[in-house]
């Protein structure tokens, strides 16, 4: 019983925060406290109007959805290669693609900053951003997709082959569909590490901050707050329903291979 | 017969692993052919090197007089049935059949639909090709296998232990089964199992392996009356084997046998090689005989003390005592209509015919 009204009380600590976003985004005051006063959708017109806001968001769904394609296509080389093949040093080279994932992102981004800027003497821009949230979120598509490259018969590739299709049509052919339902969850998880991610955002960020970035900057102004949440409304929306697309997909592909249905996002 | 597939001296090394020992084989067109042996013998690899999966360190592999160096798996006149079958689990049984045909571009589409429903009649799966491939039985994934391989009328067709997932009912009904559907298509089949039964049930030749050579390559009959070596006949059925010593080798062998005594054998009951000195003779337990009482013989005779006794409905396996012998001999008997199911310790005789012995390496 104890236990029950724990979990009750913890779902509702994590949660209620993002309840509070769109009942605020939906009040007319600047000042973000209760009682509410009114509604309003003035906020949401704001933020339609708000260029630079537009910008920082473009920039950021750019980087995050190059990112994601980027470290998904590196994870299915290395989980594939994981699962299908043996090589020498294959744990070390394994234990050595997932590092990132217990690096602190802020020696990732200073690091990166001193190789990009002194070292390499390139200018910031999205594709620093880029290529830093490949590097970490490339561990994060590999432990997705190892799961799906496990439970795939290596016979299959071999079977595809043997009927007289080349080693990439093999591939494309039969391991792809079969590991679709692991590719759309890593980039879906891809594109949003990448798509919050600060830190290394605001290290390597050029002229043109990303959507975080932004946002950490108009925290100075208390009048623009408002404005913020109405974006985070959004963006819950949007998870939400890109989530639920995802998990459909990963449901539908798994009743489609008739694998047992082992977890899940939702 | 032609030869169909020649190695010559084949080897096949991983790292430090010897995998494949100097493999000289050749195997006819038209031919069940099977690669038998314990698990990691070899067998599947050599297996999978016809196949083009693996590649060889050193020999030669031709298929239909062709060098299959250069020649990688999917341009391999061969096909294959996998130890899991590798069904698509995306596809529909009928996209599964039809995928090897992807290639055929010749052929329209009513003609691949006609080659689909024919090959899953050929395997007694009429009508099923638009189910799900992943809601199918065990018997049934290996069923649409064969049509998935045999639908491109392979030279080769290669098995991979296809009826080890199966249980005994199935297997046995499936090996009747490929036997008439070899007979029927009339393409090579190369067969890899463990299961010495299973080898000798369906195989024109058996090749026996151990440790990546070929012990022994023989017909059934041959490969189970005549085995040339210990191993060989320990692996295929049950064996006694009595330490023996050839005193001379002229056109017969001269041969003292332990608790049988000293006997003249025929040469073919004997490897090539054999020569005077130590040996071990084989005898196979349904080839010796308990007299029972009231039953006459008029082969030889030894007493013997029954030691252990395993009724096994239609069989009675005995483990007898016998005078002068290591390890007591193994007995197979029919439970004729008036046999008893002798007592462990009962006195009895043992009947034994030198014909039924064969000297071992």
């Not at chain 2, 689990?89 to 290639?103: D, I, M, S, W």
């Not at chain 2, 009826?163 to 890899?192: C, H, N, P, W, Y």
């Not at chain 2, 151990?210 to 017909?219: H, R, T």
């Not at chain 2, 030198?354 to 071992?360: A, D, G, I, K, P």
């Amino acid at each position: 019983m104890s236990l029950r009204i724990y979990a009750i009380a913890y779902l509702i600590f994590l949660y209620a925060p993002i309840v509070l976003l769109p009942i605020f985004a939906f009040n007319d005051a600047t000042i973000i406290a209760f009682p509410l006063s009114g509604f309003t959708t003035d906020w949401f017109t704001e933020l339609a109007s708000n260029k630079s806001l537009h910008a920082a968001v473009k920039n950021s769904l750019f980087i995050a959805l190059v990112s994601a394609v980027t470290s998904t296509i590196l994870g299915v080389c290395a989980a594939r290669a994981g699962a299908m093949h043996r090589f020498r040093f294959k744990a070390g080279i394994m234990g050595f693609i997932m590092l990132p994932l217990v690096l602190p992102e802020i020696i990732v981004a200073v690091s990166l900053l001193v190789v990009v800027v002194q070292i390499l003497d390139l200018g910031l821009s999205n594709w620093t951003i880029i290529a830093a949230h490949v590097l970490i979120c490339t561990p994060f598509c590999i432990a997705i997709l190892n799961g799906a490259f496990q439970n795939l018969d290596p016979a299959m590739e071999e079977a595809a082959m043997d009927l007289g299709e080349s080693r990439f049509s093999a591939f494309r052919l039969v391991t792809l569909p079969l590991v679709m339902p692991g590719i759309i969850s890593s980039m879906l998880i891809a594109f949003t590490i990448s798509l919050d991610e600060f830190i290394i955002a605001f290290f390597l960020s050029g002229s043109s901050p990303t959507m975080p970035v932004y946002i950490w900057g108009l925290l100075r102004f208390p009048a623009s707050l408002p404005v913020v949440m109405a974006l985070g409304t959004i963006l819950v929306a949007l998870s939400i329903v890109l989530l639920t697309i995802a998990e459909l997909l990963r449901r539908r592909g798994l009743a489609r291979a008739g694998v047992k249905d082992e977890g899940g996002f939702l | 017969m032609t030869a169909l597939i020649t190695l010559t001296g084949v080897n096949k090394y991983y790292a430090d692993y010897h995998a494949l020992r100097d493999i000289n084989l050749t195997i006819n067109t038209g031919e069940f052919f099977s690669l038998l042996g314990p698990s990691g013998c070899g067998k599947t690899t050599l297996l999978r090197t016809i196949a083009g999966f693996e590649s060889v360190s050193d020999g030669v592999v031709m298929i239909g007089g062709k060098d299959m160096a250069d020649v990688p798996a999917n341009l391999r006149p061969t096909n294959m049935v996998f130890q899991s079958y590798a069904i698509f689990p995306h596809l529909t049984v009928a996209e599964n059949v039809a995928f090897g045909l992807r290639k055929s571009e010749d052929l329209d589409k009513p003609t691949k639909a006609k080659m689909v429903e024919e090959a899953l009649t050929m395997v007694g799966l009429a009508g099923y090709g638009n189910r799900a491939a992943h809601a199918l039985s065990g018997g049934q994934r290996q069923r649409v296998a064969l049509a998935r391989a045999l639908i491109l009328k392979p030279k080769v067709l290669l098995l991979d232990e296809p009826l080890s997932a199966l249980d005994k009912k199935m297997r046995e009904q499936m090996q009747v089964e490929l036997i008439r559907l070899q007979r029927q298509v009339g393409i090579t089949f190369i067969l890899v199992t463990h299961d010495q039964e299973e080898a000798l049930v369906m195989s024109d030749r058996i090749a026996v392996m151990f440790e990546g050579e070929i012990g022994q390559l023989a017909d059934p009959e041959t490969l189970y009356r005549r085995p040339n070596s210990r191993r060989v006949a320990s692996f295929i059925g049950k064996m006694n084997f009595l330490d023996a010593e050839v005193k001379a080798v002229v056109e017969e062998i001269d041969v003292t046998v332990q608790g049988l005594g000293r006997l003249k054998i025929s040469a073919e009951q004997a490897p090539e090689e054999v020569s005077v000195g130590p040996a071990v003779a084989g005898i196979r337990p349904e080839t010796l005989g308990i007299l029972f009482e009231g039953e006459t013989t008029d082969r030889k005779l030894v007493d013997g003390v029954v030691d252990e006794v395993v009724y096994y409905g239609d069989m009675t396996y005995y483990d007898v005592r016998v005078d002068g012998v290591a390890q007591p001999l193994n007995i197979a008997m029919k439970n004729l209509i008036g046999r008893p199911v002798l007592d462990v310790g009962a006195k009895t005789r043992v009947i034994w015919d030198e014909r039924s012995l064969v000297l071992l390496k």
